[in-house]
């Protein structure tokens, strides 16, 4: 059975990161302390009515992996079920909330089952595929993401909003920097600027 985590109030911003080496340095100078790398796998799942979407709401399954994706050294080393749905209110001005926040429930789950069939035998299907790789931190009650993706590198910063303002600030970011969008959000507007069409955020095939 999967280990079941309580509700939480997820409270974050994404920043775009222009130099990672930099801003690695950066945040190990806050005295950060790193949690490793890992590859993810994450797809998002939906009714073929697109009913979680249209509420606002996620379904999704983690496959979190050491190694390079494909290689025959590729260990699947956690699967997390997570689930999202919107807060009542959120911080910031009503008309533009300073920050993504949404009622997260997690579980960690049995990484040798079969998860699609699962999900698709309770009417769900995918909807959304995406990859990164992903460097963890904690500082002071913040967990920090240094996420390389297939369409830039991004900084989230997941805590309270003062704990989110000060370590943005210490790495010369302002509000006027915060990402409030998705990774389907970022994905989708960097495919109108390249003119092409949304399918999924992997990387390329090599």
């Known amino acids: 059975m999967p280990q079941s985590r309580k509700t939480n109030s997820e409270i974050e911003v994404k920043l775009r990161v222009t130099d990672i080496h930099a801003t ?33 709401w996620l379904l999704r ?32 001005t009503r008309k533009s909330p300073r920050y993504k926040e949404r009622a997260e429930r997690e579980v960690v789950a049995d990484p040798s089952r079969d998860w699609p069939s699962s999900l698709a035998a309770l009417g769900f299907k995918p909807a959304f595929r995406y990859q990164k790789y992903r460097t963890s ?13 297939p369409v830039g590198v991004f900084l989230e910063l997941e805590g309270q909003p003062k704990a989110i303002d000060r370590v943005a600030r210490a790495l010369r970011y302002t509000p006027a920097d915060y990402i409030r969008g998705t990774y389907w959000d970022v994905y989708a507007a960097d495919c109108r600027r390249r003119g092409g069409e949304p399918k999924n955020m992997v990387f390329a095939a090599k």
Do not use: C, W
């Not at 100078?29 to 994450?42: D, H, P, T």
């Not at 699947?76 to 910031?92: F, N």
């Open 24 to 56: 690695a340095r950066a945040i190990k100078a806050l005295a950060a302390v790193s949690r490793g790398r890992v590859f993810e796998q994450n797809t998002l799942y939906d009714t073929p009515q697109s009913d979680l979407r249209r509420r606002g």
């Open 61 to 92: 399954v983690r496959m979190e992996a050491s190694g390079k994706p494909g290689a025959s050294s590729t260990r699947i080393r956690r699967v997390l079920l997570t689930s999202k749905a919107p807060m009542q209110q959120a911080h910031g």
């Open 137 to 149: 931190f904690r500082l002071r009650g913040l967990h920090m993401d240094l996420d390389e993706t």
